[in-house]
């Protein structure tokens, strides 16, 4: 028979604490977790990045802010020529091509090729660049000379 100390039981083992591991980014973004967020209340974060779903690349034109603040009216943006405008539409008939057409090959949207002809643009030196390497015309610097 085993023999019993007297005296007060001591327990020598320290306290175990278990933490969950957190959860991947991909995990959170899968749509089952963002469902059980929205059921349980738990909090939601949403971004919206700034050119989600558009093909922008490049900036804007670029004004010169010191420029504008000594204008007393606003500056209104140089649009397309019509000399550029005539050319680019006269070249991509010749060529025998639809602005979609041309819009994909330049990988750009169809509205900026329409608005380009239409003389609504404001001229961007990368698009007018890609259309004279695939229309074959020169659109920019100075023209017939």
């Known amino acids: 028979?085993?023999?019993?100390?007297?005296?007060?039981?001591?327990?020598?083992?320290?306290?175990?604490?278990?933490?969950?591991?957190?959860?991947?980014?991909?995990?959170?973004?899968?749509p089952k977790a963002v469902n059980q967020a929205f059921r349980t209340g738990a909090e939601v974060q949403t971004l919206k990045k700034s050119t989600a779903g558009l093909n922008k690349k490049t900036a804007g034109p670029v004004v010169n802010a010191r420029k504008l603040d000594e204008a007393a009216e606003p500056a209104a943006l140089e649009r397309v020529g019509g000399e550029v405008r005539q050319m680019i539409q006269k070249a991509r008939l010749d060529k025998k091509i639809s602005q979609a057409e041309l819009a994909k090959q330049i990988n750009e949207r169809v509205q900026v090729v329409q608005e380009y002809e239409n003389g609504k643009a404001v001229p961007n030196q990368l698009v007018l660049g890609k259309m004279e390497r695939v229309l074959g015309v020169k659109l920019r610097g100075k023209i017939g000379k």
């Open 1 to 30: 028979m085993p023999t019993r100390t007297t005296g007060a039981i001591a327990q020598d083992w320290e306290p175990v604490v278990l933490h969950k591991s957190k959860p991947k980014a991909q995990d959170l973004r899968n």
